[in-house]
């Protein structure tokens, strides 16, 4: 199944009105990659961005359940559409620690964005502690039970494997393991939603970086990354597309 390859940047909460400039040299530097490029901005500069990207797609890094209503600070998967995004992530290890969203929560947001039309980028990923415990594999096997609605397909869906212990901290796991997450998910979500599941795309995230993304995009089942601290600046992450390019 030829699966385009995706890098996926999720800014955070970091990104003032002038890191715009940080997409203009991405574009300069990479004007047709050869990979589909996503960057996932703070709320407030989706609409910007999205503005200003000729070959970037824009995302949203949260969206509630709801598509309208009486919830201050939130954002709906609607508004972020209107805004030009293109895509949300939803269940980062961040929201589910910083904020208790459980999977059924993360299952709510991910059926939020299709119904807004917006691809939904649900994120997994076991803890240092359920790793040395030998539980990785079962608890994102459960996580993906709990957090991939129905009606998943590769168009509307992409999965993020995400160890949490990876997160920011320069710890990657050896590319045999991620090669056993990536193929333990793609037969997980085979049989829960069959075929289609060949079709959807699996991001490794966790401390990608230019120097280590050729090899990781090389890994079985590994359609791309999801990238924090290497996306902000145009010089680091375009060196993962480029990866992503030639993979
Ligand atoms: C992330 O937060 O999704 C992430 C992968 O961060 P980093 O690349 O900085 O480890």
Redesign the pocket.
């Known amino acids: 199944m030829g699966r385009r390859k995706l890098a996926a940047g ?1 800014w ?1 909460m970091n990104g003032v009105k002038a890191a715009l400039g940080e997409i203009t040299a991405l574009e300069a530097a990479h004007p047709a990659p050869d990979c589909d490029v996503l960057i996932c901005p703070p709320a407030t500069l989706v609409a910007a961005m999205a503005d200003a990207a000729k070959v970037i797609s824009v995302g949203g890094q949260d969206c509630h359940a709801a598509a309208s209503g009486a919830h201050t600070g939130d954002i709906a998967a609607e508004l972020l559409a209107d805004a030009g995004a293109s895509a949300v992530i939803v269940g ?1 290890s ?1 929201r589910r620690a910083d904020h208790g969203e459980t999977d059924a929560d993360v299952n709510a947001k991910a059926q939020a964005a299709w119904r807004a039309g917006l691809i939904a980028i649900i994120c997994v990923g076991e803890t240092e502690a359920q790793r040395d415990a030998g539980q990785a594999l079962a608890v994102v096997g459960g996580q993906m039970a709990g957090s991939i609605p129905q009606g998943a397909t590769g168009a509307n869906t992409v999965i993020a494997y ?1 160890p949490v212990w ?3 901290t320069g710890k990657v796991p050896t590319l045999a393991d991620i090669a056993q997450m990536h193929d333990h998910m793609r037969a997980v979500l085979g049989a829960s939603h069959g075929a289609e599941a060949d079709a959807v795309r699996f991001l490794y ?4 970086k230019p120097g280590n993304a050729a090899e990781i995009f090389a890994v079985s089942n590994v359609d791309g990354a ?5 996306s902000l600046k145009a010089a680091d992450f375009g060196g993962i597309v480029a990866a992503a390019s030639e993979g």
């Open positions: 999720n955070k980062h961040e995400e990876a997160i920011g995230g966790g401390s990608v999801l990238v924090g601290g290497a």
